[in-house]
């Protein structure tokens, strides 16, 4: 371990916190490997827990610290720097992916889901009102925090309740008119770790949900990228102006820095081209920004998240 990290964690003794966790903890993990864009630097403490009391465990070490905590769900609208994340990043493992049918019309999904995998279980349980979660890159966990949707439908729309690990290491339920929605956010406390949630819909025929979920991901098909390194929608919409609209109209859409670009399919996509680095996809979105706001008096607001640390 370098002397930079001995300092920053003077008070934590990591040899006792690997051989108490294992290979759940990881010193200076390279994030890249995490992230859509395929880039990114190391965590200072990269932690993947196997189950709810592991979890537990670790946040009381590492909070009587005040560490400061990243959550790191699928990494599909996450940007992350070159020079890596400062603190905790926490990625929930596979475990906490389970999908049970709780009613004929309501599921329990773990926080790690995949967004595709809910729909297909709700598909399996005759469940409608779901399909829009396959067309959304990403786990449950973060289309909650995100209050993720397409097509006419956001999470919130279907949300019952979500277990949470909260600030004092506690679980708990939380209903969902207790929290509050807006578009691509909810005003949930950051330090919270969402475990699972519960999701109601419709009870509808297999033939007829799958049809539904065929059309929308066509739909998306037809008008985004795929199979390329990228964090899905960079900027939010600004009411009834779509961002990929002001950014073509104000002559950004062929703009470009080193390897990263905007898509030519959808330029509210932006790429890494294979060898970019974060710092180029950032001064992009800043000249972009930039341009936009001079050109139609619009302020941008990124719907991708950037963590970690700036040079």
Same mark, same amino acid.
């Given at each position: 371990?370098?002397?930079?990290?001995k300092i920053?964690?003077?008070?934590?003794n990591?040899?006792?916190?690997?051989?108490k966790?294992g290979?759940s903890?990881?010193?200076?993990?390279?994030l890249?490997?995490y992230s859509?864009?395929?880039?990114?630097?190391p965590?200072?403490?990269f932690f993947?827990?196997?189950n709810k009391?592991?979890?537990v465990?670790? +946040?009381?070490d590492i909070?009587k610290n005040n560490?400061?905590q990243h959550?790191?769900?699928?990494?599909?609208?996450?940007?992350?720097?070159?020079?890596?994340?400062?603190?905790?990043?926490?990625k929930?493992?596979?475990?906490?992916s389970?999908l049970? +049918?709780?009613?004929k019309d309501?599921?329990e999904?773990?926080?790690?889901a995949l967004?595709k995998q809910?729909s297909?279980?709700a598909?399996k349980?005759?469940?409608?009102?779901?399909e829009?979660?396959?067309?959304?890159?990403?786990?449950?966990?973060?289309?909650?925090?995100?209050n993720s949707?397409?097509?006419?439908s956001d999470?919130?729309?279907?949300?019952?309740?979500?277990?949470?690990?909260?600030?004092?290491g506690k679980e708990?339920e939380?209903?969902?008119?207790?929290i509050?929605?807006?578009?691509r956010?909810t005003?949930?406390p950051?330090?919270?770790?969402?475990l699972?949630?519960?999701?109601?819909?419709?009870v509808?025929?297999?033939?007829?949900?799958?049809k539904?979920?065929i059309e929308?991901?066509?739909?998306?098909?037809?008008?985004q990228?795929?199979q390329?390194?990228?964090?899905?929608?960079?900027?939010?919409?600004?009411?009834d102006?779509?961002?990929w609209?002001l950014?073509?109209e104000?002559g950004?859409?062929?703009?470009?820095?080193?390897d990263?670009?905007?898509?030519?399919k959808h330029c509210?996509f932006?790429i890494?081209?294979g060898?970019?680095?974060?710092?180029?996809?950032?001064?992009l979105?800043?000249?972009v920004?930039?341009?936009v706001?001079?050109k139609?008096g619009?302020?941008l607001?990124?719907?991708?998240k950037i963590?970690?640390?700036?040079?």
């Amino acid at each position: 371990m370098d002397e930079r990290i001995k300092i920053q964690f003077m008070n934590l003794n990591i040899d006792l916190l690997q051989e108490k966790f294992g290979k759940s903890l990881i010193i200076k993990e390279n994030l890249s490997k995490y992230s859509w864009f395929n880039l990114g630097g190391p965590a200072d403490i990269f932690f993947r827990p196997q189950n709810k009391d592991q979890l537990v465990e670790f +946040l009381k070490d590492i909070r009587k610290n005040n560490f400061k905590q990243h959550i790191l769900g699928a990494g599909s609208n996450t940007l992350i720097r070159d020079s890596g994340v400062k603190g905790v990043v926490i990625k929930l493992s596979s475990k906490f992916s389970d999908l049970k +049918l709780l009613e004929k019309d309501t599921i329990e999904v773990g926080a790690a889901a995949l967004d595709k995998q809910v729909s297909d279980f709700a598909k399996k349980n005759d469940i409608s009102k779901m399909e829009f979660l396959s067309c959304i890159p990403g786990s449950i966990g973060g289309a909650i925090t995100m209050n993720s949707g397409c097509y006419g439908s956001d999470i919130s729309k279907i949300l019952l309740s979500i277990k949470v690990i909260d600030d004092n290491g506690k679980e708990k339920e939380i209903k969902k008119d207790e929290i509050k929605f807006y578009y691509r956010g909810t005003d949930l406390p950051k330090n919270y770790i969402i475990l699972s949630a519960k999701l109601q819909g419709i009870v509808s025929s297999k033939q007829l949900i799958e049809k539904k979920q065929i059309e929308l991901i066509q739909r998306k098909k037809e008008s985004q990228p795929s199979q390329i390194k990228t964090g899905g929608s960079t900027f939010k919409n600004n009411g009834d102006k779509k961002a990929w609209m002001l950014i073509k109209e104000s002559g950004c859409d062929k703009l470009y820095v080193g390897d990263a670009k905007i898509s030519e399919k959808h330029c509210n996509f932006f790429i890494n081209n294979g060898n970019a680095r974060t710092s180029d996809i950032e001064k992009l979105i800043n000249q972009v920004k930039k341009e936009v706001k001079t050109k139609t008096g619009v302020d941008l607001e990124l719907e991708i998240k950037i963590i970690g640390n700036e040079k």
